[in-house]
């Protein structure tokens, strides 16, 4: 089946923070949502509903030209997508994003002069490309995500879940009492933020013990509490240190603080200790290492894997479901576990990332599928967010005791994450603003 696209339009839409949200040494004040519409010669229609992070996705781009210009440029980038397209014809999603990717990527570089661009920022700038891509072919394929996935790239899938845990974010500042909250709420696998810069002055030994009390403090209150849902019952981490670490010593010296602590055995993820740059064997370091920036394509997951990395995060919400499906089919060949996470994606956007969360297998140390999701921490207007979900209310848009129930609804829909959202089309067809 080949589809023509006759009409791409965008808009965005800014949506401020709680608070500064801080990783990567710098902070974040707000995310644009990213709003793409695909039709094709039948006036069948896609939304795509993405959420920019320059941060994240270039932090070089973030400092030199800051956060409001750094999202004019990633927003350019998508427009320019949309150009390409339009006019075009295309038989899959992958197709469209192997032929576009390499020139959004060149017009970064060429056009807005991004010198060192991070492939991960063209791929940010088409996750609602993708997206909505995927929803139009969905109009005619099926509704279910299965259905839609071509059985080349169904071997990256497993069973089905019943049920993911949710995986919330713990930043640089939160209290401890909003830690002691989400426990007893369930909770049971947290995402540590290390490698702040408390004095903003890039002295990594003071970073290193800004981390190891900041470890200290959180397993302080976590070791009180126990889970059924871990295989040895206690509290798990997942630490991400977003790059900031200098070599596998560094390292090594908050995982020795860790294991001081009685802290190592809950420690079932650390993400990108490292800079995407750096090529350090990793097979020696004492927990299970997973990459995630540092992962454009399959031949960088493959290289990540033959230095040591024992775990890969999967990002539909900041590097596409197309990227994201080609990367999870090779780590299932090469029996390496794989996760969700999140990039603070409003309510269509995390019920798309759970849709390929549900079919990947367990990680070894836990009972339960698991998926990264933070926006309900993070947005001022979450509220309103989640009435714009085309399926507000189902079962699985919320977190009861930390797990999203999967039901058969949430199966055949895909969750409505290719269903049309009003306000999100009404939006970027200009009849209405917010």
């Given amino acids: 089946m080949t589809i023509k696209i006759t009409l791409a339009k965008h808009a965005v839409m800014k949506e401020p923070l709680l608070m500064p949200f801080g990783f990567k040494g710098a902070y974040l004040s707000e995310l644009w949502q990213s709003i793409t519409l695909l039709s094709n010669e039948h006036n069948q229609t896609g939304i795509g509903v993405g959420v920019q992070s320059v941060l994240w996705s270039d932090a070089s781009v973030f400092e030199q030209f800051g956060e409001t210009a750094g999202n004019e440029l990633m927003a350019d980038m998508t427009r320019y997508a949309l150009k390409q397209i339009e006019g075009n014809q295309y038989s899959t999603p992958f197709e ?40 139009l072919f969905s109009r005619n394929s099926g509704s ?87 295989a040895d019952g206690k509290i798990a981490y997942y630490l991400d240190a977003n790059g900031r670490y200098d070599s596998p010593d560094r390292l090594m010296k908050l995982l020795e603080h860790a294991d001081r602590i009685g802290a190592l055995p809950h420690i079932i993820l650390f993400e990108e200790p490292f800079s995407e740059d750096q090529s350090w064997d990793v097979h020696h370091i004492p927990v299970r290492l997973a ?70 297998p367990l990680l070894p140390e836990l009972k339960v599928g698991v998926i990264e999701t933070n926006g309900y921490q993070n947005y001022r207007e979450w509220e309103r967010m989640k009435s714009w979900h085309p399926l507000a209310g189902s079962i699985w848009t919320e977190a009861t005791n930390g797990l999203y129930h999967l039901d058969d609804q949430f199966y055949r829909t895909a969750g409505g994450a290719l269903d049309i959202a009003e306000p999100y089309e009404s939006l970027v067809r200009g009849k209405h603003e917010y």
């Fill in 144 to 230: 279910s995500f299965k259905e839609l996935v071509s059985k080349y790239y169904q071997d990256a899938l497993g069973e089905p879940q019943p049920a993911l845990a949710s995986i919330p974010l713990v930043p640089y500042g939160m209290p401890e009492e909003s830690i002691d909250r989400l426990l007893s709420a369930g909770y049971f696998l947290l995402k540590i933020k290390v490698g702040a810069d408390p004095e903003q002055d890039g002295d990594l030994d003071k970073m290193l013990n800004w981390d190891c009390q900041r470890l200290s403090q959180i397993h302080s209150i976590a070791s009180q509490y126990r889970t059924a849902h871990t």
């Fill in 291 to 360: 990459a995630d920036e540092s992962i454009h394509n399959e031949a960088d997951a493959v290289n990540r894997i033959e230095q040591g990395y024992g775990a890969l995060a999967l990002k539909p919400v900041a590097k596409t479901m197309s990227m994201s499906l080609k990367i999870a089919k090779l780590a299932r060949e090469r029996n390496i576990p794989c996760f969700c996470a999140d990039l603070t994606a409003n309510p269509v956007l995390a019920d798309w990332n759970k849709n390929l969360a549900a079919y990947l």
């Fill in 96 to 135: 469209l994003l192997e032929e576009t990717l390499p020139m959004v990527y060149q017009y970064g570089l060429n056009t807005l002069r991004l010198t060192d661009l991070r492939s991960t920022f063209a791929l940010n700038a088409l996750v609602a490309v993708d997206q909505a891509a995927w929803a």
